[in-house]
């Protein structure tokens, strides 16, 4: 197939951008210790005149003589914080009122999934997005090209969430941070994307899927990009179902009349369509040639995929290791989260280059987790090797703002700790995105116990990542309860996480979290349990349980306890 027009000029331009963004970094390599001071007081200075900085005195942290004195006025000034923390302040932001956690009010907001039934309003403003969004992302899409110098020579399939969403009370939009990066990318860019942005707006998943995939394989992909590598599965999945009807689309120029699909999108996306009967003969040779047709075959030029690599992904990958071109780079997507876009990937492999000079940073080591005085450590003070919880302040209102995520140390980019993500920590549980908490399926629980009058002894849940889905055991309070009742009460409590957890919904609609499966335990399974750990040496003053693990040791126990 023929270059992508305009390719070089794309190359060329993200080359200049991207190295002025690279030096940048450079520089702020050479003394991490340094960098972080600067930025810490950038921030400072930044919200010092807010109502959360003079109550937290940025103003007198700010008088500071050297980086020491500053982390150490800085912990003694700031508590560390999680979200219920900052909730009331974002909510007087939300209903309009302005230097509340930062200066003026933010540009959007990126919501996710909580803690409890409300969803995060994580704040963006124009200052966080300017930097941290928009130059990393001319630097992201350039770090592609250093090591695959083809990718840009034609286009790319970028797998985004829907830019706008809705509006807090005060007016100010909410949606997805990746599609709004997406929809405000330079000319000069847009011209790669292979898709139509209104795409993402499409409310039905299959429809979406289907939508992205006969647009894609119309074309000569040659960049890939998406988080989550269970959204590869789901694509060829669509693949699989719907290729000869890409096939007539394609030939024909039209985008099926069976989708359901939002007429208003289902005008602006069909208008890029034309007859490509050519296009088509290719395709149906390729699925007389290979009975399943895979990205290698209809993408054989792909030279960059790019998805989280690291924590449970590994299940994902293995279900299309064998289906892209072997000389494909697939590139770790990097640590990356609604509250904080912490730093690229460099190096073509799976490290993330965090980037002290647009956050400050914070670090409990594994070992200090859940004692009463952690002691926080610098990025200076890192070790290879070691495993730490993160905490990010950044300009838009996160201040020492726990992540909930255990990170390990890779190396160093100059003196830059590298890292990569291992798992979230206290209580969240997360097969692909979704950020279950243990409180939030408890609760799931107890309502559908009232709901159904129908009540447990004993109850746990374990996320099962070779399944994609959740192993809900339940020991009922009546003994009479079936298989049937008792996956009833299952479909209830999913309906309930559904509604509890925002990213829960999002990931089972899209297919990625499967349906959850149902087990009856034997009487006083909790007590068998207990006993049998104890005998292997745990202590009974010190036995906890939580009731949702990903824990395949413990898992196995309660397969065993499964009622016969």
């Given amino acids: 197939m023929a270059k992508l027009k305009g390719s070089l000029k794309i190359k060329l331009a993200l080359g200049l951008v991207g190295e002025i963004q690279k030096s940048k970094l450079n520089k702020a390599s050479k003394d991490v210790k340094k960098s ?52 009331e302040y974002v909510e007087r932001h939300k209903n309009g009122e302005e230097n509340i956690l930062f200066p003026g009010k933010p540009m959007m907001y990126a919501t996710t999934s909580g803690t409890t039934k409300e969803p995060k309003w994580i704040p963006i403003t124009d200052e966080y997005y300017n930097n941290a969004y928009s130059k990393m992302t001319k630097l992201w899409l350039h770090s592609f090209q250093m090591h695959r110098p083809k990718v840009f020579e034609n286009v790319c399939t970028s ?56 647009t894609g394989i119309e074309q000569d992909v040659h960049l890939l990009v998406t988080a989550n590598p269970s959204t590869i599965v789901e694509m060829q999945n669509n693949v699989n179902e719907f290729f000869d009807e ?69 299940v994902y990958m293995e279900k299309f290791k064998n289906s892209f071109p072997e000389n494909m780079l697939h590139q770790e997507f990097g640590y990356f989260a609604s509250e904080c876009r912490a730093g690229l990937v460099m190096n073509g492999a799976d490290d993330t280059v965090l980037f002290p000079h647009m956050h400050y940073f914070e ?21 290879v090797g070691k495993r730490y919880c993160i905490y990010v302040t950044t300009f838009a209102g996160l201040y020492r703002y726990n992540m909930n995520d255990l990170v390990k140390v890779t190396g160093f980019y100059g003196t830059i700790p590298t890292i990569q993500f291992i798992q979230k920590v206290n209580g969240i549980i997360s097969l692909t995105g979704e950020k279950l908490h243990e409180r939030q399926f408890i609760e799931a629980v107890q309502q559908t116990e009232k709901e159904m009058n129908l009540y447990t002894k004993f109850f746990v849940g374990f996320a099962d990542v070779e399944k994609s889905n959740y192993q809900l055991y339940y020991e009922f309070a009546d003994k009479s309860v079936d298989q049937a009742k008792a996956e009833e009460f ?75």
Avoid at 52 to 63: D, Q, R, Y
Avoid at 160 to 180: H, L, M, N, R
Avoid at 181 to 188: G, I, Q, W, Y
Avoid at 364 to 382: A, R
Wanted: glycine fraction near 4%; charged fraction near 35%; charge should be negative.
């Fill in 36 to 87: 972080q001071e600067v930025t810490l007081r950038r921030i400072l200075e930044y919200a010092k005149d807010c109502e959360w900085g003079k109550a937290h005195n940025f103003e007198k942290i700010l008088a500071a003589k050297n980086a020491d004195e500053l982390f150490k006025l800085w912990q003694e000034n700031v508590k560390p914080q999680d979200y219920e923390d900052l909730r």
């Fill in 159 to 214: 797998i985004v969430g829907k830019a706008i969403e809705g509006e807090a009370p005060d007016g100010t939009v909410y949606g997805s941070v990746s599609g709004v990066t997406r929809r405000d990318c330079p000319e000069f860019i847009k011209g790669l994307y292979a898709e139509d942005n209104a795409v993402f707006a499409i409310s039905d998943y299959k429809a979406r899927y289907y939508t992205i995939m006969r």
């Fill in 246 to 314: 890409y096939v007539k689309d394609i030939e024909n120029g039209t985008l099926s009349e069976t989708l359901n699909i939002e007429p208003e999108l289902r005008a602006q996306i069909a208008a890029r369509f034309s007859p490509n009967p050519e296009r088509a003969k290719e395709l149906r040779e390729l699925k007389e040639k290979y009975g399943t047709v895979l990205p290698k075959h209809y993408w054989p030029n792909i030279q960059v995929l790019t998805t989280w690599k690291c924590g449970n992904t590994h």
């Fill in 363 to 383: 670090f409990i080591s594994e070992e200090d987790l859940g004692k009463e005085n952690p002691t926080f450590l610098q990025l200076h003070e890192l070790e």
């Fill in 490 to 564: 299952t479909k209830v409590v999913d309906a309930k996480l559904k509604e509890i957890n925002i990213e829960y919904e999002a990931k089972r609609a899209s297919f990625r979290v499967k349906d959850p499966e149902t087990h009856i335990l034997q009487e006083e399974s909790f007590e068998t349990y207990k006993a049998r750990c104890i005998e292997q040496g745990s202590r009974d003053g010190q036995f906890k349980l939580n009731l949702l693990m990903q824990d395949e040791r413990r898992h196995a126990m309660f397969k065993d306890l499964i009622k016969k």
